[in-house]
Every structure is written in C-alpha cells, then in structure tokens.
C-alpha cells in the first residue's frame, strides 16, 4: 500500500436535476495545481455505464481555466456508474493521469417525499381498513379463528401503534390509501394462504 501526497487535485462532482428516469445528470471537473487552475494542459473525459451495462463516453468541455463540464440524460431506472477521467501535464511538462468514480441513481417515484413518519399512517389507514366490515366478512372471520388469528387482539396492537398517526373515522375512504378494494381482498387472500400453509 503506498500512501502520496500531490499538489496537483482533481475534484468530480454529479448532480441530479430528478431522482425519476429522463433526470439530466451534470458532471463538473475541476483540475488545480498548487492551487491554481490546470489551464489548457488537460483533457477530461467520463466512460459511463448504464445500468443495463452498455457504456458510453463523455468529453467534458474546459468552460473555465481548470473547470470542465458536461451532461447526460438518465433515461433508464437503475444506477449509472461514472468513471472520470483526466490526462495531461504538470507545469514542469510532466505527465500525470487522475481518476474518480461517481454514482447517480434514477427509479420511477425517485422525487416522491417520504412522510416525515416513514409512512405510518399510510399503513395504519391500511391495515384499519383490512380490518374493518367492508374488507373482511363474517365467513372470512370465522375462517380467521379457525386458523389461530386473533383479530380483535389485532386490532387493540393496532390501535396501539398507531395512536399518534391519527387515522381518519373512515380508513377506508381516507385520500392516502391507493389501494383498491381488489388489491386489499388480494392481500387478505394472500394471508390466509400463508396462514392455511402454515
């Protein structure tokens, strides 16, 4: 392992305009040399890779002394990985190479904001209407019993986790659950499958 110290600082830096496929990701390079800019001495270049593995390279563009730049668009949701790189010579006229890799990430609801509460009213609402009348009747309750689930000791536990997340009177209607009645009868379906297999 061999530990250096140069005067001659590459510095990358990527930022996206979106966490969603089709965000514009910028890339910014800067070259210093005892901190003064590596003026017209040094070309810079990214090899990109998509997150299906197909690779792509980038000139970066000197728009300042020592400041290069350039963009792509992350049309595809995944990780792209970008590797810098950086060619050129030193005052002196010594060669010298530098490199960083960076990461971006896009995935479909990437701009989304997560509730400060993670979520846990979302899934109270939730999983008070799975419990309510209108989701689960009066056959699938005795089926419930049957198979060893207590749904009123349930919904006490419920009830007492999610005393402050303040779920609306009607759960079910509440604008914050996207589930259908269809998706909600599916999962209680699924449930008791899990729970006759085991």
Partial sequence: ???????????????????????????????REYDVPVEKRAS??????????STFTLQLLETEPGHFETSFVAALAGLYTMR????????????????????????????????PDGGTQFWCEVLECLLSDRVIGTKLREQLVELGLDLDAFARCLAKHCEGANPPKDPCTASTVTLGPDEIRTVVERVVSELRGS
């Fill in 44 to 53: 810079v270049w990214a090899q990109i890779t998509r997150p299906d593995n």
């Fill in 1 to 31: 392992m061999v530990h250096c110290y140069s005067n001659l600082l590459f510095d990358v830096h990527a930022l996206q305009a979106s966490f969603e496929p089709g965000a514009t990701v910028s890339l910014t390079a800067s070259l």
């Fill in 84 to 115: 810098v790189r950086a060619v050129g010579a030193t005052l002196r006229g010594t060669a010298f190479a530098r490199e960083q890799t960076l990461t971006a990430a896009v995935y479909p609801g990437g701009d989304r904001i997560t509730p």
